[in-house]
């Protein structure tokens, strides 16, 4: 299936650079973000940011919970902060925000899973107790990781860098695409999204193939209709690109 038309649901930028590993490995990529990165522009929002970024040496533990959300904050770390300071523990959830954060000079650790229940096996409750922690995020994100931080005796506070928005697409574009064999989604929200757009306009989609970042997600797809969903076991594009090469394999036997 070297022809396999995979549609590639990731915000930008990464959905640029997502699509362009999947071409390198002789599939064809259909871009189609289900998810908007909105950086906040406020006066008075970014002034907070700074605010909070100017404090940041005050936290033992500063957690990353995405790629944008670690792109970002480098930007205001590297506005705030021409030296980092060396007292606190940077950590990324996944490879692909912890490798993100490394690239911009963020001595980042990560957890060897990939998802917020991994994180949280790691970061063993005694460790945990009274130490102060910023969870850097999108604004309205999932409130699971702060709350269980704060039921073992940490201390959470919270820094949104941006809003996620839906992107707003016709019929006349789902018409317009080709043929899709296979579906990449790597967030419960940008699966929330498709799932919308897909039962108004293109409800054949939900017997597609659609490979999903963790059993959390892959359980909401099967829940949403979709017939043939698989869990990737990550939302970065290694995982992606295996879980492919793993489906059009089978495909080809």
Not at 171 to 192: H, K, R, Y
């Amino acid at each position: 299936m070297q022809d396999c038309h995979i549609l590639i649901t990731r915000p930008e930028p990464e959905n640029t650079l997502s699509c362009e590993r999947v071409r390198h490995h002789g599939w064809s990529a259909i871009p189609l973000p289900m998810l908007e990165i909105a950086p906040i522009e406020e006066n008075d929002r970014k002034a907070a940011i700074r605010a909070k970024i100017f404090d940041i040496d005050t936290f033992d533990y500063v957690i990353f919970v995405s790629k944008n959300a670690a792109r970002i904050a480098c930007d205001w770390l590297d506005d705030c902060w021409p030296m980092l300071p060396a007292n606190v523990h940077w950590i990324g959830i996944g490879q692909g925000t912890t490798q993100t954060l490394i690239d911009e000079g963020v001595p980042a650790l990560s957890n060897p899973g990939h998802t917020t229940e991994a994180l949280l096996e790691w970061l063993k409750p005694a460790r945990m107790k009274d130490q102060k922690i910023l969870i850097i995020r999108g604004e309205g994100g999932r409130p699971e990781l702060g709350n269980k931080l704060e039921e073992r005796g940490a201390k959470v506070s919270y820094l949104s860098l941006y809003d996620r928005k839906k992107p707003r697409y016709s019929a006349q574009t789902f018409v317009m695409l080709p043929d899709i064999n296979l579906i990449w989604v790597t967030s419960g929200e940008s699966l929330a999204n498709l799932s919308e757009y897909v039962t108004r306009h293109m409800p054949h989609w939900k017997s597609l193939p659609i490979l999903t970042p963790s059993s959390r997600v892959n359980q909401q797809a099967i829940d949403m209709g979709w017939v043939n969903a698989t869990c990737a076991n990550g939302a970065d594009d290694n995982s992606l690109i295996k879980a492919t090469e793993l489906h059009t394999g089978q495909q080809n036997d």
